[in-house]
């Protein structure tokens, strides 16, 4: 029998609902059968923690006396700049941005030790930072130079908005090249000395529902610590991958656009990050509720690692030069195994993504629905799926006419 | 037997002088160097793993003390912040000795020190700074 959010929600409130991980479910549906276990199960919670890119932040700081208009001019947080192009003190920063003396790759591979993801993650942490600006001067904004600390708590607003996190599946990265390479995929050994994947798996939100039946804009989640909620698909959703029989996609395909309050989040989740060669990123813990609505949802949660597959992917030609093309096919289970073989070589493997801080992660919420702190929603709409058309495009450069 | 990693730091005036062949020839003791950066007029580290009898060992490090090289264990300068790591394993895969394991069950990192060869590798690796040489 089909359940609805509503009921599985009483149930919650009940403190009765039947909740399990994501890992869990897996012996759990193998012991009862689909059929039993969609029947005693409400909800399967999932989970990840791994390195996002393209998170971000927005401000509103407060006007100072006088006032200051921060847009036309530079603002930094502990001097790295952030985005002004709105009104008067509402900025956004980007996590992978970095102090403008960074010497960036000048010194070959560059370190990238500071950049906004840890600025967002001394935030979060309750600590100061120093806010700079320089502004033009209005008649309305007079202020020309800004100099304070300032805090989370002190702030009106500041909302963590992530345009594309929680990738459903990613590439497995080697170097078929001679020498290393210092790639957002790590450091990569030269003739496929390492393979590194970046994905929880069998925990993984999007791998947990691969069709995207249950998760949309307005689905509640674990955000940072947390609770945030789902805007909608990410940048790059790209549900028209080849997929397994059981409907995985087998290379990188759906994601999230998730935003949330920062003031609720917790720099356990939120981690600075920084990838030798190659730039600072934030490393966000995410995870997803699935409602078991009906045999068929239980089925997906109850994927296992092995019914997971990755491309393997050169990162020194194939990647940079928009190759496309797949050297092996591997799973998850050999991936976490610590060894693969690819073209006749064993491989030894690292991950990107925590899998114990995704299971953590997974285990949180599940504690949330079970101590009736954390509801269910109904999405105002799903992600687009497999019968979206969405076609994923490369950039086509058109040479600009001169004179 | 006895087996110990050391760091050796050299003062300047002892830089050109064949200490590493005393070690050898005067205490019998079985030299592997992990590590070396000898700077000219400055100063040198030598990273070693020291293998001999007891009695040789300690008479070694008295001569190295006495000519003025001072020592340290190895494990001193290495170090595992395990509240900055996230257990991710990026570090696995490039550790030679596995002195950064994982247990492939809990998926958690681990770090034995004694295995540790300073070799460096897992530093450009960790993406959280959790591994620090003090070298």
Partial sequence: MAKTIEEINEKIKKGKAVVFTAEEIIDYAAEKGLKKAAQEVDVVTTGTFGPMCSSGAYFNVGHSKPRIKLGGGKTTLNDVPVYTGFAAVDFFLGATAMPDDDPRNKIFPGKFAYGEAYVLEELVAGKDVKLSATAYGTDCYPKKTLETYISLKEMNEAILLNIRNAYQNYNVAVNLSEKVIYTYMGVLQPKMGNANYCSAGQLSPLLNDPYYKTIGIGTRIFLGGGIGYVVGSGTQHNPGVKRTDGGVPKMPAGNLCVTGDLKMMSPKWLRGTSYTGYGVTLTVGIGVPIPILDEEMLRFTAVRDEEIFAQVVDYSESYPQSIPGSIAEVNYKQLKSGRITVQGKEIPTSGLSSYLKAREVAKTLKDWIEAGKFFLTQPAELLPSVDSGIVFKPLKERPIKKG | ?135
């Fill in chain 2, 1 to 135: 037997m006895q087996k110990k990693r050391i760091v050796l730091s050299y003062p300047p005036h002892l830089v050109d002088q064949p200490v590493i062949s005393k070690l050898v020839k005067d205490y019998d003791l079985n030299v592997n160097i992990m590590r070396a950066r000898i700077t000219p007029k400055e100063e040198g580290r030598l990273v070693l793993e020291l293998t001999g009898k007891r009695a040789g060992m300690e008479a070694g490090f008295k001569y190295l003390s006495e000519i003025g090289v001072e020592i340290q264990p190895l494990a001193q300068d290495v170090k595992w912040h395990e509240d900055r790591c996230t257990h991710c394993t990026a570090c696995i895969s490039v550790c030679p000795t596995k002195a950064l394991d994982v247990d492939r069950k809990t998926m958690g990192v681990s770090f034995k020190r004694d295995k540790c060869i300073a070799c460096e590798l897992c530093i450009p690796a960790c993406p959280y700074q959790a591994m620090e040489i003090l070298f």
